[in-house]
């Protein structure tokens, strides 16, 4: 076994990975970037290496940084995580030429197994069934179109080289496939460093059905059963679980065993995941579903298999890359009870799930199990820690585990409304509203099901009088130092000075409030809101909403929904700029990629503008409304939160 390991990641996955390295009796070397350098990563691990600036084409992405910080440390094996250079074929050479362990399979079976198109190949040859489509390379973007129109709309374009929905468009149309194919190599060559994409057919009703498969180096491979990771938004997964809903004998049977003859053909080691998509429009059919592809390291999902199966899956590739042989044979790996996963991402699930960034000021799990059922959380991050514009922008993993379906899901909504975040706009309410949908808590889900209930997914409810009062309290002791403080906790002694009521100015989206708060004798507070609330409740600060206070700001949570009020402080001038209607601010950090209008242009409301690249995906700014172009960003700008990207004439406006 080896004695001490390198993970060249970040995040709640280089965590994860140090603490079975611990268990294990394993030392740990982490590396960081400049943005990371503070980061829980760096501070499990027993040391640490820097690696560059902030930027993973300037630091995670360099294999050379890599290499020397293994050598610098000792390290003998290096464990990649996911994505990065986890699937990078020529990153396990350069390993392999300074007697450096790859923690993962060979070479060989990434460059098999790890490009989508050459995946399907393989596949093919192993008499796998794979979704229609062209298995060669398609050589321009006249070539793609004729394809497309040879399998019929509507088609799916795939960056080969990489996944995470990233490189990834649906074309439902002719007209809309040159526009789509551009944006997909674009975004493919910006994740992945390679453009080439390719086309298949898009399959009605799909379900996401994958299978852990696990090989050693001695001819040895089994399955550990399949997860359902059909709830996505943006070919993003979004909860995963295990096993698949309404799965059969037949299917599993089918499913798995394929499953086993890829890894096999290709004398596959380590984790690997066999992806396929499922034809669900008239159930689960064990003659309805293909191979999509193999992803040839550990999986964002795979807690959700150690919950069911009883396994630890870093534990056992840390084994197999050591030259064990696998722990168990097929027989003696068991399917018990149901699991769940859900990602908690700072994004902006109204705004089309547009990333978000900002600190987290208060950061709360729930921090015992629920009865019935098992709860973990994987994160990289604590409160104080800030979401950067370079990374994925995932805060942590839920994690739950039930006895059946019900019970598991159950945990999940608990688990979800016992989750605080303040400080960026999260996913916990979309995650909470997506866990209660009568469709997916019934286990009938496919790929399209967030897609078709999205506005009810991401509608918030307007915040009652009730956490307007518990963000009003909180804010009456909004300048006192220490963010996210309990605003309680200073209030108890408000009601020995006077009676007079406090005014507090608050501010919920573009509604501004003003509520009068006073203390009454008994020691409850009377909140009394001036229009269009009209109302006066009296309060008692033992049954309110829960809130925490963070610099300029309080939050109240309500369940899983967390309402965020900006204190405005009444010495600071306003920012009439700001708001000015005749401007257009980026919604979040990113570099301007694409430019497609220019001052003096008469363009319409909806017509696209620019296109903004944050966290390695494409975002479409389009015009709020008709007008002339006074301004327009430049390409190639890189831009924070809120710079001002357009500036429309004062005359012309719509």
């Not at 001038?573 to 919604?587: H, M, T």
Request: proline share 5%; charged share 25%; net charge negative.
């Amino acid at each position: 076994m080896f004695k001490k390991i390198l993970i060249a990641n970040r995040g709640e996955i280089a965590c994860r990975v140090i603490k079975t390295a611990r268990k294990m009796g394993i030392a740990t070397v982490a590396v960081y970037s400049d943005a990371d350098r503070d980061a829980v990563h760096v501070e499990m691990a027993d040391e640490a290496v820097h690696i560059g600036p902030p930027p993973a084409a300037q630091s995670y992405l360099l294999p050379e940084k890599i290499i020397a910080a293994c050598k610098e440390t000792g390290a003998e094996a290096v464990h990649p995580g996911y994505g990065f250079l986890s699937e990078r074929a020529s990153f396990c050479e350069a390993l392999e030429k300074e007697g450096i362990v790859f923690i993962g399979p060979k070479p060989k079976a990434i460059k098999a197994m790890g490009d989508k198109i050459e995946s399907k190949k393989f596949a093919s040859e192993a008499k796998v069934s794979t979704v229609p489509g062209w298995l060669g390379v398609i050589e321009d973007a006249d070539h793609a179109e004729r394809i497309a129109g040879e399998i019929g709309y509507p088609v799916m374009i795939k960056a080969s080289a990489g996944g995470g929905g990233k490189g990834m468009r649906r074309v439902d149309h002719p007209d809309d496939f040159s526009e789509a194919l551009s944006g997909a190599r674009r975004e493919a060559k910006a994740a992945f460093g390679d453009d080439r994409v390719l086309v298949e057919k898009y399959v009605d009703k799909p379900r996401h059905i994958e299978c852990q498969v696990f090989g050693d180096n001695f001819g040895n491979a089994v399955h550990l059963f399949e997860r359902d990771c059909s709830a996505q938004r943006r070919h993003q997964k979004v909860i995963e679980e295990a096993p698949a809903p309404g799965m059969t004998p037949a299917l599993r049977k089918a499913m798995t065993e394929a499953a086993v003859k890829a890894a096999k053909a290709i004398n596959y080691s380590g984790a690997g995941t066999i992806e396929f998509i499922v034809d669900a429009s008239e159930g689960l059919k064990a003659d309805r579903f293909w191979f999509m592809e193999m992803n040839t390291r550990l999986q964002v999902e795979h807690p959700v298999t150690e919950m069911v199966t009883g396994v630890d899956l870093v534990e056992w590739q840390l084994r197999i890359a050591s030259g064990e042989k696998l722990p168990k044979t097929q027989g003696e790996i068991a399917l018990s009870g149901h699991a769940f996963e859900a990602r908690l991402y700072a994004e902006d699930a109204a705004k089309g799930f547009l990333p978000a960034t900002g600190t987290l000021h208060h950061l709360k799990f729930p921090d015992a199990g629920l009865q019935g059922a098992a709860m973990r959380i994987e994160t990289g991050v604590r409160a104080g820690d800030a979401i950067s514009p370079f990374y994925d922008p995932m805060i942590a993993k839920l994690v739950v585990h039930g006895k059946d379906r019900a019970t598991a899901l159950g945990a999940l909504r608990k688990t979800l409304a016992r989750t605080e975040v303040a400080g960026s706009t999260v996913n916990t309410a979309f995650l909470a509203a997506l866990a209660a949908d009568p469709d997916f808590a019934a286990g009938d889900v496919d790929t399209g099901l967030i897609g078709r209930h999205q506005e009810a997914l991401t509608a918030i409810p307007a915040p009652s009088d009730e956490t307007i009062a518990a963000a009003a309290l909180a804010a009456t002791d909004a300048g006192a130092p220490g963010a996210a403080a309990d605003p309680w906790s200073t209030l108890s002694g408000y009601a020995h000075f006077h009676t007079l009521a406090r005014r507090i100015r608050l501010r919920h989206g573009e509604e501004n409030i003003l509520a009068r708060v006073s203390a009454r004798p008994d020691g409850r507070f009377q909140v009394a809101l001036e229009a269009p609330h009209d109302a006066v409740n009296t309060h008692d600060l033992r049954t309110m909403p829960r809130a925490v206070r963070w610099p300029g700001h309080v939050t109240v949570f309500e369940g899983a929904v967390g309402y965020t009020f900006a204190v405005p402080d009444p010495l600071a001038k306003a920012d009439e700029a700001g708001a000015a209607s005749g401007s257009l601010r980026a919604p979040m950090p990113g570099l301007v990629k694409l430019v497609r209008a220019a001052v003096g242009d008469a363009v319409i409301k909806g017509q696209p503008l620019l296109i903004l690249e944050a966290m390695k995906m494409e975002h479409m700014i389009a015009a709020p409304h008709d007008g002339v172009i006074a301004e327009i960003a430049v390409e190639g700008a890189q831009v924070s939160d809120g710079t001002v990207l357009v500036r429309f004439t004062e005359d012309n406006r719509g």
